[in-house]
């Protein structure tokens, strides 16, 4: 009898005990899916979440193992979608998340058409002054540029479509740039009006926007320097303003009121590629086409009056005056180029360094470059 009671006790214990590892077993495959898991301080951990009972998770990871983290300790959990992003992240190929996060959708200044989720929210620091973004929902973001003075001051806003086919790897999207002078130039204001199409995933895209521009810089910053009137005497050549004592309407200096919108269709073409653990080349540019405005003088006046003063008064002259108007002649393109370096330091973190610069027409019809470097950082928060 006691050998057969120990035999019944010893049967049951590895019944209950293969019961149990059967369970822990099964506990083990709650899910699969590839996660980040991003905590407050900052630290990331790459893994599977083997279980999860509402205060905390056990996550199983390759480097570590299986560790456990409270949730009062995370601030966000991002599931990996890339079927290779594990081999990647622990071959140390691939250990920035570049699939992800609220910079994929963004180049130098434009962005591309990926649609932004809900939450990716980022400020991105620039040496003329700060940005920031907040995506209120997941193919919607507002935002707020400025100065570092906070004048001049623009909001941006960007909407994505979702593709109906989820096989493709196109975008489009719609967005707007409203900005004031501020402060410093109340009367100017402007905007730029856009459409996006992306083609690519987020780690490496190209982009192609079209859109109108229009700014009106009011007449303390739109002055013309061209003559309204002008005369000829001997000196064919000669042209200037014509005395008011002679001419009296020459009290208006200008050829035009320069309180107008200046308009101007916009083409920009940008794109992004990974070219290392944490390094993109990204490229941002943006042509504005211009009208070119020249000065035509079809008015004329002839008018006689004597040259010197009244003590020694000249002969009798007969002067021809002219007065202009502003007239189109053309298009004036104005190229602004971004290319650059992005350097992710971590997960939500990322520094830039662009060479851009304007290449503009001038008035005599030759071509002129400005270079404009630029240093910026990008945070998510």
Avoid: C
């Amino acid at each position: 009898m006691k050998l057969l009671a120990v035999l019944m006790f010893t049967l049951i214990g590895f019944l209950g005990t293969n019961s149990y590892s059967q369970t822990e077993s099964d506990s083990t495959q709650v899910n699969e899916k590839y996660y980040l898991v991003i905590k407050n301080d900052g630290s990331e951990y790459y893994g599977y979440i083997l279980k999860d009972d509402g205060r905390e998770i056990l996550l199983q990871t390759s480097n570590i193992g299986k560790i456990y983290i409270n949730k009062s300790e995370i601030k966000e959990i991002r599931e990996v979608k890339e079927a290779d992003a594990e081999k990647k992240i622990n071959s140390g190929e691939y250990t920035d998340l570049r699939e992800e996060g609220p910079f994929t959708t963004r180049y130098y200044f434009t962005t591309n058409a990926l649609p932004i989720k809900k939450k990716e929210n980022y400020a991105l620091i620039h040496l003329y002054g700060p940005e920031v973004h907040f995506a209120v929902s997941d193919n919607l973001s507002l935002g707020v540029m400025a100065t570092w003075i906070a004048s001049p001051i623009a909001l941006a806003a960007k909407y994505s479509f979702n593709n109906p086919n989820p096989e493709s790897d196109l975008n489009f999207a719609v967005g707007a740039i409203v900005g004031s002078g501020g402060y410093l130039a109340p009367q100017a204001y402007g905007g730029l009006y856009f459409g996006t199409v992306t083609k690519g995933n987020r780690s490496s895209n190209i982009s192609f926007s079209a859109g109108f521009a229009h700014i009106n810089v009011g007449s303390n910053f739109g002055i013309s320097y061209d003559l309204r009137y002008k005369y000829q005497s001997n000196d064919v050549n000669g042209d200037f303003y014509v005395p008011s004592e002679f001419y009296p309407t020459n009290n208006q200096p200008y050829v035009e009121d320069t309180k107008r919108n200046n308009a101007s269709v916009v083409l920009g073409f940008s794109g992004i590629k990974a070219v290392g653990k944490k390094t993109s080349f990204i490229f941002d540019s943006m042509i504005f086409f211009t009208q070119r405005r020249t000065v035509q003088y079809d008015k004329t006046t002839v008018i006689n009056f004597t040259d010197g003063d009244w003590q020694n008064p000249g002969p009798p002259q007969d002067f021809t005056v002219q007065e202009g108007r502003y007239v189109n002649n053309g298009i004036r393109p104005t190229i602004v180029l971004m290319p650059g370096m992005r350097f992710s330091t971590k997960y939500g973190t990322a520094i830039q360094v662009v060479l851009s610069g304007f290449i503009f027409q001038q008035s005599s019809g030759d071509f002129i470059g400005v270079p404009v470097p630029q240093v910026s950082w990008l945070k998510a928060f």
